[in-house]
């Protein structure tokens, strides 16, 4: 039986968030403005079939798709909403399932630290290569989420709410992780709007 982990639509993609996930996936990489659509399923194996699903009955295009031992996930996008909601409605309906029967949002760990001095900093850039980067008096908040995937829409969120920096979105495995920084008030401000995020997840 193939369970539904995560499901969360995403109605406009941010610019950092967009240019970000073109830079890790190696398929069709989304621009900002773009509707996104990120689906986890379990076992992992099984996203082939939906994706398959998915790429014949729509438009949308295959941004990632990551097929690991115990949970398999997929990213799609489109520059029209109406193309990624009907994928997303196909998908669903394909499983036999509806929004309530996906995987509620538990959050393992959030925290904001102020202040970040130039070590911290340091370390953490190095290990955050395919973001930006951390500046030494800047605060950070991080946010680490099951399952991984609802991470997405929080880093989305976050970008909408505040002038943030994204430095890290970790988005498959068993945990999402989002690394963030700016003004002490935007990080505050950004920090409230991800865990909104995870705890009302979009669907629609």
């Not at 798709?65 to 949970?71: D, H, K, L, T």
């Not at 997303?88 to 538990?106: K, T």
């Not at 943030?164 to 920090?191: C, F, K, N, Q």
Request: charged residues 20%; negative net charge; glycine residues 8%.
């Amino acid at each position: 039986m193939v369970k539904l982990r995560t499901y969360v639509y995403i109605d406009s993609l941010q610019p950092q968030l967009a240019e970000y996930m073109a830079s890790v996936s190696q398929g069709f990489p989304p621009i900002p403005g773009d509707a996104c659509l990120w689906m986890e399923v379990s076992p992992g194996m099984a996203i082939h079939r939906y994706t398959d699903i998915a790429l014949k009955a729509t438009r949308v295009n295959l941004t990632q798709q990551v097929v690991e031992r115990a949970f398999g996930s997929m990213v799609i996008h489109h520059r029209d909403q109406s193309d990624v909601r009907e994928a997303g409605s196909i998908l669903l309906s394909s499983l036999g399932a509806s929004l309530s029967d996906r995987q509620a949002c538990s959050i393992a760990w959030n925290e904001i630290i102020r202040g970040m001095t130039p070590e911290h900093t340091v370390l953490i850039n190095r290990q955050h290569r395919g973001g930006s980067m951390i500046i030494p008096g800047e605060s950070m908040f991080i946010l680490e989420a099951e399952p991984a995937g609802y991470i997405v829409y929080a880093a989305n969120q976050a970008e909408k709410a505040a002038n943030i920096t994204l430095i890290d979105v970790r988005a498959v495995g068993a945990y999402g992780r989002l690394t963030l920084s700016g003004s002490e008030a935007d990080v505050d401000e950004a920090a409230a709007a991800a865990i909104d995020a995870v705890r009302r997840p979009s669907g629609t």
